[in-house]
């Protein structure tokens, strides 16, 4: 709805929205080499119809400092980004059946492996 509050916030017009989070880790533990990293993902959806959705969101994990490490199976990583485009239909209140496709990207030294991921999903809930 226009003006709904959402969990996390989002700039809406009842028709589509659009939303952002980003964030950064710091771990200096004792056992391991210090790390540090910044993630974050922008996300939009469009309702077509009250149906029937549209759905696109960006991810990315970037670490920092030249530290690599293995992220999503790609070793000697230090940056992994995600593109995902959905199609959805709200079946009812409670099910919904989305067709989805993530194109992965890893500038990792030990190869990016192909994690690209095509996915059909029944999300009901009760």
């Excluded at 922008?42 to 991810?59: C, D, F, H």
């Excluded at 199609?87 to 009812?92: A, D, K, M, Q």
Aim: aromatic content about 14%.
């Amino acid at each position: 709805e226009k003006g709904k509050v959402l969990d996390p916030p989002a700039y809406t017009d009842s028709k589509a929205y659009i939303r952002g989070a980003f964030g950064q880790l710091y771990d200096d533990a004792d056992i391991v080499s210090d790390r540090e990293a910044n993630y974050g993902f922008v996300e939009a959806l469009y309702n077509i119809t009250p149906k029937w959705y549209g759905a696109y969101r960006y991810s990315i994990v970037d670490l920092l400092h030249d530290y690599r490490d293995a992220l999503n199976s790609a070793g000697g990583s230090s940056q992994y980004d995600r593109h995902s485009i959905a199609l959805g239909y709200r079946w009812s209140d409670k099910t919904l059946i989305k067709l989805g496709y993530d194109f992965n990207d890893s500038d990792g030294l030990v190869g990016d492996p192909s994690d690209n991921l095509l996915s059909l999903v029944l999300v009901s809930s009760f």
